[in-house]
C-alpha cells in the first residue's frame, strides 16, 4: 500500500487549488467587475442613460442565476472541466461581439449568453471541483481559490484601463482611420471610427484564448481518481487501488423537498439582494447623498474587496472546524453591520472623511468573502456531494431574484425618496431575517439519509 503521506506530500488536488485561483482572476474578474469600466464608454458611444445600462445588469444577472440548475446538471453529466473550458472558450466570444455594440439592446442580447458563460466560468464549477478533491480541507481549499475573486476585482479592472489608455494613445497618435495601421484598425475600429474601448474588449478576447484556456485544457481535473488518487490526497483502509468512491448524499429530488433547502436558499438570497443593492448604489450614494467626491467615494466598496481576500481564507480555515450556518450567520451580521454604518453612522450621525469608509469597508468585506466561501460548504455539509453541482445550481437561482430585488429597488427608492435610508432600513429588515434563518438550518438534518451514488458525470440521471 502506497504511504498516505508521501501521497499527501504530492497531492494534486493543491495544484488544482492553484489553477483554480488562477482561472477565477481572470473569469470572475471580467465576469463581475471587468465591465464597470466600460460602462461609461458604452454611454458615450451608445448616447444612452445609466438605467439603460443597469437594466443589462439585471439581464446578465438573470441570465447568471436562472442558468445555475442547468449548468449544475452539465456539470454532473459532462464533469466540471469540459463545462470550464466551453464556458471560457464562449467568454472570449462574448467579448469578441460585445466590441461590435451600437444599440443598448445588443448588450441586452449579448449579455444573455454572457451571464451563462459567467455561470459556467466561476462559482459554481470551482465550487463543485474543489468539494470533489477535497473533504477535510474543503475550507481552507474553497478560502483560497475564491481569494481569487477578489485579486480578479482589483487586477482585471485595472489591466482594462491600462488596455483603454494604451489605444487611446494609439488612436490619437494614428489621426483618423485612414491614417491608422491595419493592426489598429482591426482591434479599434468599426463604422469608420477609432474606438479604444473596442480595442480593449478584443485584445480582452485574444488574452482570454492565450492565457485562460490553455491551462484549463492541460491540467483541470474533474476528481482525484482522474489521476490515480484519492479525496484530500489519503487512501482510506482498505481501499485496493485507485477506483472511483460512489459519492456519498443525497439526490438532488430529496435536497429540493427539505426544510433544509428552502433555509439555505432564501438566506443565501437575502444576503445576496443586500451586497448586490449596497455594492451597486455605493458610488452614487457616497457622491450624491454623502458628499464625498469621485475620488473617495469608490474607496467604500474599493476597500471592501481588499477586505475580501484574508476573509475568505478566514473563514475558509473556519468552515473546517465549526458548523457552517454559524460561520453563514456570522456573515450576515457583518453584512448587516455594513449596513447600519451607511445608515446610522453617516446619515444619521454625520459621520465624514474615512473613518465610515473604513469601517464600512471591514464589515461589508468580511460579510462578502465569508457568504462566498461559505455557501458551497454549507451545502456540501448539508447534501454530500453525491449530488452537489446540481443542489448548489438551485440555491445559486437566488443570485437572480436578489439582484432583482436589491440594486433596482434600492435605486427606486433614492429616486422617490431622495435618500438612501429607508434603502438601508430594507436591508437591515433583510439581513435581520436572514441571519435569523441560518441559525435554525439543520446541516446534520439529512445525513441519515446520504447513500452513495454513481460518479459526478453519469449523476444527472439519477435526479
Same mark, same amino acid.
Given at each position: 500500500m502506497e504511504d498516505p503521506a508521501q501521497?499527501?506530500?504530492?497531492?494534486?488536488?493543491?495544484?488544482?487549488?492553484?489553477?483554480?485561483?488562477?482561472?477565477?482572476?481572470?473569469?470572475?474578474?471580467?465576469?463581475?467587475?471587468?465591465?464597470?469600466?466600460?460602462?461609461?464608454?458604452f454611454m458615450e458611444t451608445l448616447?444612452?442613460?445609466?438605467?439603460?445600462?443597469?437594466?443589462?445588469?439585471?439581464?446578465?444577472a438573470l441570465a447568471f442565476g436562472l442558468s445555475s440548475p442547468l449548468i449544475g446538471a452539465w456539470i454532473q453529466r459532462y464533469g466540471a472541466r469540459k463545462v470550464f473550458v466551453t464556458g471560457a472558450?464562449?467568454?472570449?466570444?462574448?467579448?469578441?461581439?460585445?466590441?461590435?455594440?451600437?444599440?443598448?439592446?445588443?448588450?441586452?442580447?449579448?449579455?444573455?449568453?454572457?451571464?451563462v458563460a459567467a455561470g459556467a466560468t466561476i462559482l459554481l464549477p470551482a465550487q463543485t471541483v474543489i468539494t470533489l478533491w477535497f473533504d477535510k480541507y474543503r475550507g481552507r481549499a474553497m478560502a483560497l481559490v475564491m481569494m481569487g475573486i477578489g485579486v480578479g476585482g482589483f487586477v482585471v479592472p485595472w489591466l482594462i484601463t491600462t488596455l483603454l489608455l494604451l489605444f487611446g494613445r494609439w488612436v490619437s497618435g494614428a489621426g483618423n482611420a485612414a491614417d491608422?495601421?491595419?493592426?489598429?484598425?482591426?482591434?479599434?475600429?468599426?463604422?469608420?471610427?477609432?474606438?479604444?474601448?473596442?480595442?480593449?474588449?478584443?485584445?480582452?478576447?485574444?488574452?482570454?484564448?492565450?492565457?485562460?484556456?490553455?491551462?484549463?485544457?492541460?491540467?483541470?481535473?474533474?476528481?482525484?481518481?482522474?489521476?490515480?488518487?484519492?479525496?484530500?490526497?489519503v487512501q482510506p483502509a482498505g481501499a485496493a487501488g485507485a477506483e472511483?468512491?460512489?459519492?456519498?448524499?443525497?439526490?438532488?429530488?430529496?435536497?429540493?423537498?427539505?426544510?433544509? #433547502?428552502? +433555509?439555505?436558499? /432564501?438566506?443565501? !438570497?437575502?444576503?445576496?439582494?443586500?451586497?448586490? %443593492?449596497?455594492?451597486?448604489? @455605493?458610488? =452614487?450614494f457616497a457622491e450624491q447623498q454623502a458628499a464625498y467626491t469621485m475620488d473617495m467615494a469608490w474607496r467604500f466598496m474599493?476597500?471592501?474587496?481588499?477586505?475580501?481576500i484574508p476573509t475568505r481564507f478566514l473563514f475558509g480555515r473556519l468552515c473546517d472546524r465549526f458548523d457552517p450556518?454559524?460561520?453563514?450567520?456570522?456573515?450576515?451580521? #457583518?453584512? +448587516?453591520?455594513? /449596513?447600519?454604518? !451607511?445608515?446610522?453612522?453617516?446619515?444619521?450621525? %454625520?459621520?465624514?472623511?474615512? @473613518?465610515? =469608509?473604513?469601517?464600512?469597508?471591514?464589515?461589508?468585506?468580511?460579510?462578502?468573502?465569508?457568504?462566498?466561501?461559505?455557501?458551497p460548504i454549507l451545502v456540501g455539509r448539508c447534501f454530500g456531494e453525491r449530488d452537489f453541482g446540481k443542489i448548489l445550481g438551485f440555491v445559486m437561482m437566488g443570485f437572480a431574484v436578489g439582484v432583482i430585488f436589491g440594486a433596482p429597488v434600492m435605486s427606486k427608492i433614492f429616486d422617490e425618496?431622495?435618500?438612501?435610508?429607508?434603502?438601508?432600513?430594507?436591508?437591515?429588515?433583510?439581513?435581520?431575517?436572514?441571519?435569523?434563518?441560518?441559525l435554525l438550518i439543520r446541516t446534520k438534518a439529512l445525513q441519515a439519509e446520504f447513500s452513495t451514488g454513481v460518479e459526478p458525470e453519469t449523476a444527472a440521471a439519477d435526479a
Open positions: 501521497k499527501k506530500s504530492t497531492f494534486y488536488g493543491w495544484f488544482i487549488v492553484i489553477l483554480l485561483f488562477y482561472t477565477l482572476i481572470h473569469t470572475a474578474g471580467n465576469g463581475f467587475y471587468g465591465i464597470s469600466v466600460y460602462l461609461p464608454r448616447n444612452c442613460e445609466a438605467a439603460s445600462l443597469q437594466l443589462a445588469a439585471v439581464v446578465w472558450m464562449i467568454g472570449g466570444l462574448v467579448m469578441a461581439l460585445m466590441s461590435t455594440i451600437t444599440q443598448v439592446w445588443h448588450l441586452y442580447l449579448i449579455n444573455v449568453v454572457a451571464g491608422a495601421s491595419l493592426l489598429l484598425r482591426l482591434f479599434t475600429g468599426w463604422g469608420g471610427e477609432l474606438t479604444p474601448w473596442r480595442g480593449a474588449l478584443r485584445a480582452g478576447a485574444v488574452l482570454n484564448y492565450v492565457i485562460v484556456v490553455p491551462p484549463l485544457l492541460l491540467w483541470l481535473r474533474n476528481k482525484p481518481s482522474d489521476v490515480g488518487q484519492f479525496v484530500d490526497g472511483t468512491p460512489l459519492l456519498s448524499g443525497v439526490s438532488a429530488k430529496r435536497a429540493l423537498r427539505s426544510s433544509t #433547502f428552502r +433555509l439555505v436558499a /432564501a438566506v443565501y !438570497l437575502l444576503q445576496l439582494c443586500t451586497m448586490s %443593492g449596497i455594492q451597486l448604489n @455605493a458610488q =452614487i474599493g476597500y471592501a474587496l481588499i477586505v475580501t450556518k454559524y460561520l453563514m450567520a456570522g456573515a450576515g451580521v #457583518f453584512l +448587516l453591520g455594513g /449596513a447600519l454604518t !451607511l445608515w446610522v453612522g453617516v446619515l444619521r450621525l %454625520g459621520w465624514t472623511g474615512y @473613518a465610515p =469608509i473604513l469601517i464600512f469597508a471591514l464589515l461589508q468585506g468580511v460579510g462578502i468573502g465569508g457568504n462566498a466561501v461559505t455557501l425618496t431622495g435618500s438612501f435610508e429607508l434603502a438601508f432600513v430594507y436591508a437591515t429588515v433583510l439581513l435581520t431575517v436572514a441571519v435569523v434563518l441560518a
